[in-house]
């Protein structure tokens, strides 16, 4: 056991940090888990010595001493070059777009813009939780087929498409919203430490989650609370 290769997964996300709980002890090598920015430094790093740093759902930028020193690989779910930067779930969402790709790019200074090892299909049905489960178990399919198959990253091809990321007053619901589109808005924020969709009353608050729609009537809970 003395021999086994080093891996790092850098992640803070519930669902991610379960995943890798689960998944890390059906790959063969020495697992560690990185859940805090301020663990994420060249001198700790060195340490481990790791072949790769595996980034699901990261939301810092890493810095270009760390992505010099070893292989480190994000997962972006669009079919890039399609649908760079930021809340690509929910910039797909918000463009009616029902089905995408993740892909495990290589870490480049560019943000989204390394070469890709895999992409995976993604479907883009259901509340956002759902969707980034299935992201996670997608994740460490690719991860595993990374590692064991050593795959080789290629340049990415096609027009390249920017996505802004979303800010946290973009989840107020519009009052000129259609059902369908209402129903999207909800759905696409529904997940854990997401703002979810909300609207203000008088000094009220309202939040809303899992909404459900059928023919064109729209039932979902709602959280209230004072300004």
Avoid at 71 to 78: G, I, K, L, N, W
Avoid at 129 to 140: D, F, G, K, R, V
Wanted: with cysteine; charged share 30%.
């Amino acid at each position: 056991r003395k021999n086994l290769v080093n891996f790092i997964v850098a992640t803070t996300k519930p669902w991610n940090i379960k995943a890798f709980k689960k998944y890390s002890k059906q790959i063969h090598g020495k697992w560690y888990l990185i859940t805090n920015n301020s663990d994420l430094k060249l001198n700790k790093i060195k340490v481990l010595e790791p072949r790769f740093i595996f980034f699901p759902h990261w939301s810092w930028i890493v810095p270009k001493d760390i992505i010099e020193y070893t292989e480190c690989v994000c997962f972006h779910a669009s079919d890039l070059p399609y649908g760079k930067g930021g809340s690509p779930i929910q910039n797909l969402i918000i463009r009616g777009i029902k089905k995408t790709k993740l892909s495990a790019i290589k870490m480049t200074e560019k943000l989204d813009s390394g070469p890709i090892y895999i992409k995976y299909s993604l479907n883009l049905h259901g509340k956002a939780q759902a969707i980034y489960s299935e992201m996670s178990h997608l994740t460490w399919k690719m991860i595993k087929k990374i590692v064991e198959k050593k795959i080789k990253p290629k340049s990415q091809i096609g027009k390249s498409i920017e996505f802004k990321r979303r800010k946290p007053k973009q989840s107020e619901i519009s009052s000129k919203v259609t059902i369908d589109k209402l129903f999207d808005h909800i759905r696409m924020l529904d997940a854990e430490t997401y703002p979810k969709a909300f609207l203000h009353y008088g000094n009220l608050r309202l939040e809303f989650h899992n909404a459900k729609l059928k023919s064109k009537v729209l039932e979902a809970k709602v959280k209230i609370t004072k300004k």
